[in-house]
């Protein structure tokens, strides 16, 4: 087991991580976002350091939306690693992966968190929030899952059920994940928002992951949320507090068409408590 509080896996000590890595001569290495990044960076401090984990044969990040740039400090520090990003949820797990090195060849391409290719073992649609009717090719919908390792009821909670499981004329069961996507034209799906998340610009619907995905890979800011707030869109990040950044970020909104944004630096971001690297 690594040497983390599994409840914070975000306060890691990541000296200790790399040893273990080099002690057990670990060849597989997964984790969210968070974790990741606090080992990646701490092994890039000194060749000591990264040498303990150049033998990594396979390296997988997943349980939240992962960064851009953590993706290129992955591919840059370990070229020859098989890296890949995992999508999926609790209920649902693997839905999608792709290789960081394909993820970074495109990312400045599409607008949101590339996620990947379909996984073989599952069934999977987007489909329009109110009708449940699937989308066409590159237009934005829910992602619904069903497959044998799919969650097919959750135990006591017939709210949740009944909001999230749906069967179908042959008694499949599909899960809704509560996450919005598009699927390009080669079948690599691109995370757009939680459906929670979404909200209205008068007559604009802003995808948030749309807007935070870009605005991560300011070297100024480690997390941001777009949000609807007293009637404007604000902008909260952590980071560096300046006036510079905070500059740079309206900059880059305007230039994807939101003017008149309140940009707002905080001291912490509100994250959940199992993977500390989504937003709450």
Not at 20 to 47: H, N, R
Not at 186 to 206: A, E, P
């Amino acid at each position: 087991m690594p040497a983390v509080e599994l409840s914070k896996p975000a306060s890691v000590n990541p000296g200790l991580i790399l040893d273990q890595i080099s002690d057990y001569k670990v060849t597989l290495f997964g984790a969210a976002p968070a974790f990741m990044e606090s080992v990646i960076d701490c092994a890039s401090k000194c060749e000591e350091s990264l040498h303990k984990i150049k033998n990594l044969e396979g390296l997988l990040v997943g349980g939240a939306p992962t960064p851009y740039r953590l993706i290129e400090k992955i591919v840059h520090l370990l070229p020859s690693t098989d890296s890949l990003v995992l999508y999926g949820s609790s209920e649902a797990e693997p839905i999608a992966k792709i290789k960081m090195s394909e993820v970074i060849e495109i990312k400045d391409q599409v607008k949101g968190y590339v996620v990947g290719y379909k996984s073989e073992h599952i069934k999977l649609k987007i489909c329009e929030l109110s009708s449940l009717k699937e989308v066409s090719q590159g237009e934005i919908g829910e992602i619904v899952v069903s497959g044998d390792h799919v969650v097919r009821r959750y135990l006591n909670n017939p709210e949740a059920n009944l909001e999230t499981k749906i069967k179908d004329s042959y008694g499949r069961v599909w899960h809704r994940t509560g996450d919005l996507a598009y699927m390009d034209k080669v079948g690599r799906i691109v995370l757009q928002s939680r459906v929670k998340d979404v909200f209205k610009s008068g007559d604009k619907t802003i995808y948030p992951f749309q807007y935070e995905s870009l605005i991560d890979q300011n070297t100024n800011v480690e997390h941001s949320a777009l949000m609807s707030l007293n009637g404007g869109i604000t902008l909260l990040y952590t980071g560096l507090n300046s006036d510079k950044a905070k500059s740079e970020i309206r900059t880059l909104l305007s230039s994807m068409g939101l003017s008149d944004v309140e940009v707002k630096w905080i001291k912490q971001m509100p994250m959940d408590k199992r993977h500390n690297s989504k937003i709450e």
